[in-house]
């Protein structure tokens, strides 16, 4: 009478599929394509499904279709239960976080199934060495063979049921479980996007050089503080012409609250002479280490002069 061994299939095969599942990080030395597709999505897409029905000990009462289905549907409900976690806890999801995730939980069905397992080879071989006839198949079947580790064996044929049930259970778990991660997903607040802080002309402007007249003339501007939190700002507006530089307007503190945008508008009195001077608005942030000033200008000169001369008023 031969018996099996320890480190045979039937007594060992979750530790065999953890140990395919935790090669698949060599999958990228594959060339890229179908030949890395063939390689990794037999494993990807059925060891967590095939190590979780092992777990739920419904291994050794559904046939090979039934197990090889529910392996795959497991799988995908896993892939997707991987992301949400990942999501959850504020990690990036990337093709590494998702393998990690998925090798922890992989390992720890591993050893409940290896203990399911190993209690059913010791059962088995209990059964083998006091009853002989154990190890002869029922008429009409053939000698069984490693394969049989996905069949019902005769001590388990009458709970068939019951592991169907454990499948059954296992599929709608999962299923439960994505379906509230997604849905907490779906109504949690989103996190706040990387924020910032912008300013900029808006409205139809002229090209080139702005003509103002005897009764000035408005520039609109925009200033967007896509933050998450409240800042205050200081906006001043300078005009510069022959070399020096004249405040146009006092200075402003502008407080900010999160996701604000604030529409201004700049007065620009008629120029002194014939000469073109450049306006400039700066934004500049209040407090902080690292303080961050924004800027645009345009250039503006009297209308009443048709072209820009040489000999500017300061």
Sequence with gaps: MRHRSWLSWPAAWPCYLLLAFTALALAPVVPAG???????????????????????????????????????????LWLAFAALVLNAAHIRITTVSVYACLLVACSALATMAQL??????????????????????????????????????DGHRGSAAHGARYALVAVVTGAVLLGGGAYAYARAPSPAPAGYTWLAWTGARAAGVITVGPAGRALPFQIEHKQSGTAEFRLAADWMGGGKQHPLTAPRIVRLGPDKIVQGSLAIPEPPGA??????????????????????????RAGRYPSRQAGCAS
């Design 34 to 76: 179908p030949p890395r597709a063939v390689v990794a999505a037999p494993v990807l897409l059925g060891v967590p499904g095939a190590l979780t029905l092992g777990a739920a000990q419904a291994r050794r009462s559904v046939d090979v279709v039934a197990f090889g289905a529910l392996a795959a549907v497991l799988s995908v």
């Design 116 to 153: 399911r397992a190993r209690r059913g080879f010791l059962e088995d071989r209990v059964r083998e060495r006091g009853s002989p006839e154990a190890l002869l198949p029922p008429a009409g079947l053939s000698p069984r063979t490693v394969t049989d580790v996905l069949s019902p064996p």
């Design 275 to 300: 000469c073109a001077y450049r306006v400039v608005v700066t934004l500049s942030e209040l407090g902080g280490a690292h303080p961050r000033t924004w800027s645009i200008n345009a250039d503006v």
